[in-house]
Nanobody, 125 residues
């Protein structure tokens, strides 16, 4: 069974920083990339950032580009999301996801086969 476990969420003031971590474990051949999505109350789950392992390409939603950075953590099945200059509108549950297929679109939810349970990020004004 594949497990994705996020950590690092919490409460922070606007302008502050948080670093989220996601570890993939279990019976899993390999992932071809990983992504972060978020879901605020009453809203659809939306793309935040992604990284593909074949060439290290990164992708960001326009609302976070320049403030968030996705990176591997010494292993291709672990990914970090460094979040700087946080805004109240960044408040959401953040989910990490792993892609088990070689061909997929990194910015779309349906490209991912495995999901974590999410970690809450709350940014106060």
């Amino acid at each position: 069974q594949v497990q994705l476990v996020e950590s690092g969420g919490g409460l922070v003031q606007a302008g502050g920083s948080l670093r989220l971590s996601c570890v993939v474990s279990g019976r899993f051949a390999r992932s071809f990339g990983m992504g972060w999505f978020r879901q605020a109350p009453g809203k659809e789950r939306e793309f935040v950032a992604a990284i593909t392992w074949n060439d290290g390409s990164t992708y960001y939603a326009g609302s976070v580009r320049g403030r968030f950075t996705i990176s591997p953590d010494n292993a291709k099945n672990t990914v970090l999301l460094q979040m700087n200059s946080l805004k109240p509108e960044d408040t959401a549950v953040y989910f990490c996801a792993a892609a088990g297929r070689q061909v997929y679109i990194p910015t779309l939810k349906n490209g991912y086969d495995y999901w974590g349970q999410g970690t809450q990020v709350t940014v106060s004004s």
